[in-house]
C-alpha cells in the first residue's frame, strides 16, 4: 500500500478523487476492520460502495452513533417522508477523527431544527440541511414523526406538512 502526503493510502486518495468528480481534499479517514477506508471531506462523506465509494454530502446525512460494544460506526442517511434510513455499518476499531468529524459535519449541516407538537405533545421534528461547504447550496428539508404517531393517521401528514410549511415561511429558506 502506497502512502500519500497526509499519510492517507494512494487508493483511498484516488478513490475519494473519483467520486467527488475531481479534487476534494480529506480532512479525516479511518481503516475499517476488512481493511478498507472510509474518508470525510469539507463537503461529503465517502461510504463504501462495492469497491469503490460512494460520496454522501453532509446534508444528506442524519445522524452517526458509536456502537463501542460492537466496535460499529453507524452512519444514517435521509431519505424521502415514509422510507427507512439508509444505514451504513462501519467496523472500526476505534473511528478517533474520522468519528469527531462526523459529528462536527453533520452538526454543521443543520441551520433548522423545530418540534412542532401536532398530537397533544407528540409531533414532528422539521430539520432544514445545507451542506457546510457551501454557503449558498440549496436546504435540504426533511421531517420525522414522533414515536407513536402513524402516517396512516387521517390529516396527519397534511398537518406535518403544513408545519414544514410555516417553518419554511418563518426562516425565508
Do not use: C
Amino acid at each position: 500500500m502506497r502512502l500519500r502526503r497526509g499519510g492517507w493510502p494512494s487508493e483511498l486518495v484516488e478513490g475519494v478523487r473519483v467520486a467527488a468528480g475531481g479534487r476534494d481534499d480529506i480532512l479525516a479517514a479511518v481503516e475499517l476492520s476488512d481493511g478498507t477506508w472510509v474518508a470525510g471531506t469539507r463537503a461529503a462523506v465517502y461510504l463504501p460502495d462495492g469497491d469503490k465509494l460512494r460520496r454522501v454530502g453532509w446534508e444528506a446525512i442524519e445522524r452517526a452513533a458509536w456502537d463501542s460494544e460492537a466496535s460499529v460506526l453507524h452512519v444514517f442517511e435521509t431519505t424521502a417522508f415514509g422510507t427507512p434510513l439508509r444505514a451504513t455499518d462501519l467496523a472500526v476499531d476505534d473511528p478517533g477523527r474520522f468519528g469527531q468529524l462526523l459529528r462536527e459535519r453533520i452538526d454543521a449541516s443543520v441551520l433548522v431544527q423545530r418540534h412542532v407538537p401536532l398530537v397533544g405533545k407528540k409531533g414532528v421534528r422539521i430539520v432544514g440541511r445545507r451542506n457546510p461547504a457551501e454557503a449558498d447550496a440549496p436546504v435540504a428539508w426533511n421531517f420525522v414523526l414522533d414515536k407513536g404517531l402513524e402516517p396512516d393517521r387521517p390529516g396527519l401528514i397534511e398537518q406535518a406538512e403544513a408545519a414544514l410549511r410555516s417553518v419554511r415561511e418563518e426562516f425565508g429558506i
